[in-house]
């Protein structure tokens, strides 16, 4: 299993060198020139190509970008162009805020979506199963800065229960939260509920149900470690996109997290802060997916047991 895990960490390595050559060379082309943003319009053209000389703007693209991974690589990420401070210290600044609303969010995507799912494919075609599909469809239909303000001007403006824009207190994610769970709790739930309508009707439930097992039983020890591995996997896609996603939801609660400083770093050209943002968003998002990874071997022993008998014939 540690080979495994390893072996992993070592392929996240050319797949986030593969996102900042991409991101460096969409920067690139991208049209603008740094120096003349900095410096404005009125500036002269020799203090421009000072500026592009100090910002290394003059050296070949591969240059500056080996240059960049080196320094990056040794926590060096740079000087922001747009406030000449260090980007590493901006972005652990306002990291929190990002992590903290996509984790809240999928805590409220897990503790109803998973649930639900499970009761709808248990009362197939019920109420209860016709209220959550379309429910799920409803959700999944809103845009987030459409839903996001029309619960604004519901429970801060209207009913004065919450606070409109962001804060660092809890009742500042609430809103939050709701809006950037919304389209995720839609899609786990269908997730579910196909899972968990494929297992229970296998032959080793009705085994199990002719046993005597009760229905808790079989639907939690049986039905649900069986149907978890796709619920699992749509899980982690999900918190992955849930930190890159945010940039919506930043916006319309002014909230201070990378999202809206992406969007103000890309308007001005500030490369070394567009990059250190995709590496750690790629980096975190490769994170998940290793842990996604290990918890299939957990929750399916079969997997582990491929493994082993993969590594006895290479031996």
Known sequence: MARYILKRILLMIPVVLGISLLVFSMLELSPGDPAQIILGMRATPEALENLREEMGLNQPFWTRYFNYIIN??????????RTNLPVFNEIMARLLTTVRLALGAMVLVVAIGIPVGILSAVKQYSLLDNMALTGALILSSMPAFWLGTLLILLFALKLSWLPAMGNNEVSGYILPWITLAASYLATL??????????VIRADYIKMARAKGANERQVILRHALRNALLPIVTIVGMNFAGLLGGTVIIEQVFTLNGLGSLAITSVRQLDVPMVMAEVLFIALITSVINLIVDVLYVYIDPRLKSQYVKIRKARG
Request: aromatic share 10%; net charge neutral.
């Open 189 to 198: 739930v269908r997730m579910t509920r196909s899972s968990m309508l494929e």
């Open 72 to 81: 990056a690589v040794q926590g060096d990420f740079g000087t922001s162009w």
